[in-house]
């Protein structure tokens, strides 16, 4: 049971928008930044987003981030096949620790 | 252009020690904490620890699941972030990755290694 809720699973077809949603608490998302990660089968996780909106160099402007409240959101437009991987949200939580949604896998119909 | 590259996974009997490495490059590591994380199979992602840089005094901090038995140290002069893990348990077998912390603040990670595996038998 993770401390951040995602959906397990969501899907849309190319070309569309998908919303990935991430629900905490105040002791995490409420009053803390929160980060966004893909990961493709059997490689590393990427950073997507950080501090709730911002995106690393090099990450498309597809990819969006917003933040309410004691929960998070990540938008993929313009959804291209090579976006099917699985996607993690994550906070700093005041009991002092790091935690993880529990993943959300995108299929691109 | 920052590299991590995690070391030190092997298969390893329950009860037992073990010592990962991340050796990284391209950044100034005394500048940034590190994070380890862990992947078991089929699963999320997981939190085991991490360290501050000197300048926080190298505090570390650790999941519920691994304090008391996991140790994070760092090596400022090789570049290098560690994870000792003690009295290793059939559970603790997952893939460990090794990431920058995000400067400022314990935000976010920007950096991650390939991972190692370790896998522990009973």
């Known amino acids: 049971q993770s401390v951040l809720t995602q959906p397990p699973s969501v899907s849309a077809a190319p070309g569309q928008k998908v919303t990935i949603s991430c629900s905490g608490g105040t002791s995490n998302i409420g009053y803390n930044y929160v980060s966004w990660y893909q990961q493709f089968p059997g490689t590393a996780p990427r950073l997507l987003i950080y501090?709730?909106?911002k995106r690393p160099s090099g990450i498309p402007d597809r990819f969006s981030g917003s933040k309410s409240g004691t929960s998070a959101t990540l938008d993929i437009t313009g959804l291209q096949t090579g976006d099917e991987a699985d996607y993690y949200c994550g906070a700093w939580d005041s009991s002092v620790s790091w935690v993880f949604g529990g993943g959300t896998k995108l299929t691109v119909l | 252009e920052v590299q991590v590259v995690e070391s030190g996974g092997e298969l390893i009997k329950a009860g037992r020690s073990l010592r990962l490495s991340c050796t990284t490059s391209g950044f100034s590591f005394g500048d940034y904490a590190m994070g380890w994380f862990r992947q078991a199979p089929g699963k999320g992602l997981e939190w085991v620890g991490f360290?501050?840089?000197?300048?926080?005094?190298?505090?570390?901090d650790y999941a519920a699941s691994v304090r008391g038995r996991f140790v994070i140290s760092r090596d400022d002069s090789k570049s290098i972030a560690y994870l000792q893990m003690n009295t290793l348990k059939t559970e603790d077998t997952a893939v460990y990755y090794c990431?920058?912390?995000?400067?400022?603040?314990?935000?976010?990670?920007?950096?991650w290694g390939q991972g190692t595996l370790v896998t522990v038998s009973s």
């Open positions: 360290i501050r840089n000197k300048a926080y005094g190298e505090k570390a």
């Open positions: 501090e709730n909106n």
């Open positions: 990431s920058r912390v995000g400067v400022p603040g314990l935000n976010y990670f920007d950096f």
